[in-house]
T-cell receptor
């Protein structure tokens, strides 16, 4: 069965630190990849997505993610985090059907 | 545009009671979904719909029923609530691209507690 693994469940960083959140999926075919973010008290919203083309995709608020097909990975990065980035981040994969599989989420806390 | 709305926002039930969660979207999306979010488990798909009048089971459908009588509405029902159904429920909708590259738009969630 297809699955999505997010390696870190909780991450604590200081402001200005660099961020990398890992995401790996299990599927050998074509994938559509997403990162969603859930700020405290808010609903999930799309951060960025990859469908095809340049494997380095840029999203909102300075986030980017790189699709490495050989590693089945889609890691999220940000060079310098801010307190306002405190949120839960979800990696998600769609293999072309109706269903999108979500990872368990990574809770990021940024210390001011 | 209101996007995706959910009612109610909070609900407390006793074991065995029933309730219906309502999801509405004003984006003319074909696809609609119901998820539950539990700590450490991410979002798990309960049921989904690819169009008016059609529904299908997701990953964790047991104990839930759904209906999509109108394109803009997707109802989730609990016939006999159990404590294991204590969770946060999210509705989402998306366009139908047929290739899976469809961003989902989420509602604000319903926090349900079953005592």
């Amino acid at each position: 069965a297809q699955s999505v693994s997010q390696h870190n469940h909780h991450v604590i960083l200081s402001e200005a630190a660099s961020l990398e959140l890992g995401c790996n999926y299990s599927y050998g075919g074509t994938v559509n990849l997403f990162w969603y973010v859930q700020y405290p008290g808010q609903h999930l919203q799309l951060l960025l997505k990859y469908f095809s083309g340049d494997p380095l995709v840029k999203g909102i608020k300075g986030f980017e993610a790189e699709f490495i097909k050989s590693k089945f990975s889609f890691n999220l990065r940000k060079p310098s985090v801010q307190w306002s980035d405190t949120a839960e981040y979800f990696c998600a994969v769609n293999t072309g059907g109706f269903k999108t599989i979500f990872g368990a989420g990574t809770r990021l806390f940024v210390k001011a | 545009n209101a996007g995706v709305t959910q009612t109610p926002k909070f609900r407390v039930l006793k074991t065995g009671q029933s309730m219906t969660l309502l999801c509405a979207q004003d984006m003319n999306h074909e696809y609609m979904y119901w998820y539950r979010q539990d700590p450490g488990m991410g979002l798990r798909l309960i049921h989904y719909s690819v169009g008016e009048g059609t529904t299908a089971k997701g990953e964790v459908p047991d104990g839930y029923n759904v209906s999509r009588l109108k394109k803009q509405n997707f109802l989730l029902g609990l016939e006999s609530a159990a404590p294991s159904q204590t969770s946060v429920y999210f509705c989402a909708s998306s366009y139908s691209t047929g290739t899976g590259d469809n961003e989902q738009f989420f509602g604000p969630g319903t926090r349900l507690t079953v005592l």
